[in-house]
């Protein structure tokens, strides 16, 4: 907004508010014109309507543009889901000897399932925002 609380347009919006205006004058004629005479020879301008609702809607080009390449690259290296391998719990689930106890192979499964479902939450949640974008 400018100080006088007068919107301020870039050059492209001022042109589809002067469009706007040309196709209002010229409906205003032909209407005029066809309830005088019957018939018109005015023909309509193209009508924007489309950068006309972009403008109403305080929409103009603030959508957020689709990652590619490094971009995309280095957001998800921001968004990996760090997993907890470090736990000592985790560490040995591969390395399960034939004599450990049922009860350590349960306790150590339950551990590796509660992360498993940490990670698919986390990814279904990053997912979910890319479907959104």
């Given at each position: 907004?400018?100080?006088?609380?007068?919107?301020?347009?870039?050059?492209?919006?001022k042109?589809?508010l002067?469009?706007c205006?040309?196709?209002?004058v010229?409906?205003?004629?032909?209407?005029?014109?066809?309830?005088?005479?019957?018939?018109?020879?005015?023909?309509?301008?193209?009508?924007?309507?489309?950068?006309?609702?972009?403008?109403?809607?305080?929409?103009?080009?603030?959508?957020?543009?689709?990652?590619?390449?490094?971009?995309?690259?280095?957001?998800?290296?921001?968004?990996?889901?760090?997993?907890?391998?470090?736990d000592?719990?985790?560490?040995?689930?591969?390395?399960?000897?034939?004599?450990?106890?049922?009860?350590?192979?349960?306790?150590?499964?339950?551990?590796a399932?509660?992360?498993?479902?940490?990670i698919?939450?986390?990814?279904?949640?990053?997912?979910?925002?890319?479907?959104?974008?």
């Amino acid at each position: 907004m400018a100080t006088n609380g007068v919107p301020m347009f870039t050059k492209a919006e001022k042109g589809t508010l002067i469009q706007c205006a040309n196709f209002t004058v010229a409906l205003h004629r032909l209407s005029t014109q066809l309830l005088a005479d019957g018939c018109t020879d005015v023909t309509l301008p193209p009508y924007p309507r489309a950068e006309l609702i972009k403008i109403l809607n305080g929409d103009t080009e603030h959508k957020k543009s689709k990652l590619q390449g490094a971009e995309l690259d280095e957001y998800l290296g921001k968004q990996l889901v760090c997993v907890p391998f470090n736990d000592p719990d985790l560490q040995g689930i591969v390395d399960i000897a034939r004599n450990t106890p049922v009860e350590d192979v349960v306790i150590k499964l339950k551990k590796a399932y509660s992360c498993a479902t940490e990670i698919r939450q986390d990814c279904l949640k990053l997912l979910s925002f890319w479907e959104r974008a």
